[in-house]
C-alpha cells in the first residue's frame, strides 16, 4: 500500500488550494478547495457560486454535507455583497434544507434589503435537476466606512 497522499486527488486539490490561496474574493483556501465557480449576473444583481459534488465533501449518507452546503451559500451571499456593495461579514445565517444533494449544486444569492450599515440577502441552493435542496437567509454588515447605496 502507497503511503503517497499525493495520489489522492482530494489531497493534492487541499494542497494545490492552501499553496496558493490569497486573502481576497474568489482565491481563498475554501472557495479553492471545494473548487467553487463564481459568476455574477449585473442586470439581476445576484451572484451565483455552483457547487461541484465529490465525493470528500459527502456526509456518511452520501449525499454532500451540510456543512459544506452552508459555507458554498455563504459564500454566494457574500461574494454577491462585495461585489455589488461593499465587504460585509457575516452576522447570522438560517439555513434550511430540503433534500440531499448527491450530484453538483447551483446557489444563487439575492439581495433582498441593502441598509446603510446591514444587508440582508438570501440564497438558494438548486440541484442538476433545478429542484431546491437548501434556503439561506442572512444579515450582513457592512464594514465600508461610508457605504453608498
Same mark, same amino acid.
Given at each position: $500500500?502507497? @503511503?503517497?497522499? @499525493?495520489?489522492? %486527488?482530494?489531497?493534492?486539490?487541499?494542497?494545490?488550494?492552501?499553496?496558493? *490561496?490569497? %486573502?481576497?474574493? =474568489?482565491?481563498?483556501?475554501?472557495?479553492?478547495?471545494?473548487? &467553487?465557480?463564481?459568476?455574477?449576473?449585473?442586470?439581476?444583481?445576484?451572484?451565483?457560486?455552483?457547487?461541484?459534488?465529490?465525493?470528500?465533501?459527502?456526509?456518511?449518507?452520501?449525499? $454532500?454535507?451540510?456543512?459544506?452546503? *452552508? @459555507? #458554498?451559500?455563504?459564500?454566494? $451571499? =457574500?461574494?454577491?455583497?462585495?461585489?455589488? &456593495?461593499?465587504?460585509?461579514?457575516?452576522?447570522? $445565517?438560517?439555513?434550511?434544507?430540503?433534500?440531499? &444533494?448527491?450530484?453538483?449544486?447551483?446557489?444563487?444569492?439575492?439581495?433582498?434589503?441593502?441598509?446603510?450599515? &446591514?444587508?440582508?440577502?438570501?440564497?438558494?441552493?438548486?440541484?442538476?435537476?433545478?429542484?431546491?435542496?437548501?434556503?439561506? #437567509?442572512?444579515?450582513?454588515?457592512?464594514?465600508? %466606512?461610508?457605504?453608498?447605496?
Amino acid at each position: $500500500m502507497s @503511503t503517497d497522499m @499525493t495520489a489522492d %486527488p482530494a489531497v493534492a486539490r487541499a494542497a494545490e488550494a492552501a499553496a496558493e *490561496a490569497r %486573502p481576497e474574493f =474568489g482565491a481563498f483556501f475554501l472557495a479553492r478547495f471545494l473548487d &467553487l465557480g463564481i459568476s455574477y449576473d449585473d442586470e439581476a444583481r445576484t451572484c451565483t457560486v455552483v457547487l461541484p459534488y465529490a465525493a470528500h465533501l459527502c456526509n456518511p449518507q452520501g449525499s $454532500m454535507h451540510g456543512g459544506v452546503i *452552508a @459555507t #458554498a451559500m455563504d459564500v454566494s $451571499m =457574500g461574494h454577491l455583497c462585495h461585489h455589488f &456593495l461593499s465587504t460585509a461579514v457575516t452576522i447570522e $445565517m438560517n439555513l434550511r434544507f430540503f433534500r440531499p &444533494l448527491t450530484g453538483p449544486g447551483r446557489c444563487t444569492a439575492a439581495i433582498l434589503n441593502a441598509g446603510r450599515r &446591514l444587508v440582508h440577502m438570501e440564497s438558494r441552493l438548486t440541484d442538476d435537476e433545478d429542484r431546491l435542496v437548501a434556503f439561506a #437567509a442572512g444579515s450582513w454588515h457592512r464594514l465600508d %466606512p461610508n457605504p453608498s447605496t
